[in-house]
């Protein structure tokens, strides 16, 4: 019982670890708006863009693949896209 105390802190702990650094990044990233989603998006701007792209984006999957992710096109909605891809 006292091995499983243990490792709840321990796992609770870096759980909060974890989290405080996400947020001091965010907070040194300077973001405009860092609450921006991409539940706020609006995809209707450009039909040529592939939502679906952009949500496995979202993933992080491309990371773990050691994959590139370049956005090119106008600075608003390309800066939007970026920052919803931080949450």
Do not use: Y
């Amino acid at each position: 019982m006292r091995q499983s105390a243990g490792r709840t802190l321990v796992s609770d702990e870096l759980a909060r670890r974890g989290e405080r650094l996400l947020e001091r990044r965010t907070k040194q990233a300077q973001f405009r708006d860092s609450q921006k989603t991409l539940d706020n998006f609006d995809f209707t701007f450009n039909k040529k863009m592939n939502r679906s792209l952009v949500f496995d984006l979202a993933t992080g999957a491309f990371i773990a693949r050691h994959e590139d992710a370049l956005f090119l096109g106008p600075p608003d909605p390309v800066t939007f896209c970026c920052t919803s891809l931080t949450h």
